[in-house]
């Protein structure tokens, strides 16, 4: 009789912890299933953007649409700098408008340099574009797939 009540009793203990921690554990979790998913939609809607875009002949950079990026953090190589003009493409082929006033800056950089996507405070250019081998900020706006 004693060793069933120890059982019980510790069967209690242990559904009364994964009671307690379960719910935090599934809302954080079902938390960051929602955040991914999201993602993954405007990822979906910005890539059926650019098909439309490629249908009409727009080039994105000029049309005043704001476009959202989802890959805050994630790092690429620079693909292609443009002699003139401030659009840069990075090596998952996204295209960024640079900021007139870091225009000096991004000419110095070379295609093969690791570019860092990071946020940036001015709504007119949200992104920040790090070049990880020169150490340089540069402010941007998001243009679409290239």
């Known amino acids: 009789m004693k060793s069933l009540v120890l059982t019980l009793t510790a069967a209690i203990l242990v559904l ?13 979790s079902t938390l960051e299933e929602r955040v991914r998913s999201l993602e993954l939609q ?10 439309l875009e490629g249908r009409i002949g727009s080039g994105g950079v000029r049309d005043n ?9 994630e790092t690429w190589i620079l693909k292609d700098k443009p002699n003139r003009g401030y659009v840069i493409t990075l090596g998952n082929n996204t295209r960024w408008q640079v900021a007139p006033k870091d225009g000096t800056i991004m000419t110095g950089w070379k295609t093969g340099e690791v570019i860092l996507i990071g946020t940036n405070d001015d709504p007119q250019f949200p992104y920040s574009l790090t070049n990880q081998t020169r150490k340089q900020r540069i402010v941007a706006q998001y243009a679409g797939q290239g």
């Open 16 to 28: 009364t912890i994964l009671a307690t921690r379960s719910p935090v554990s599934a809302r954080q």
């Open 42 to 51: 405007v990822a979906s809607l910005n890539q059926r953007v650019g098909v």
């Open 65 to 73: 649409i704001p476009r959202t990026y989802t890959g805050i953090g």
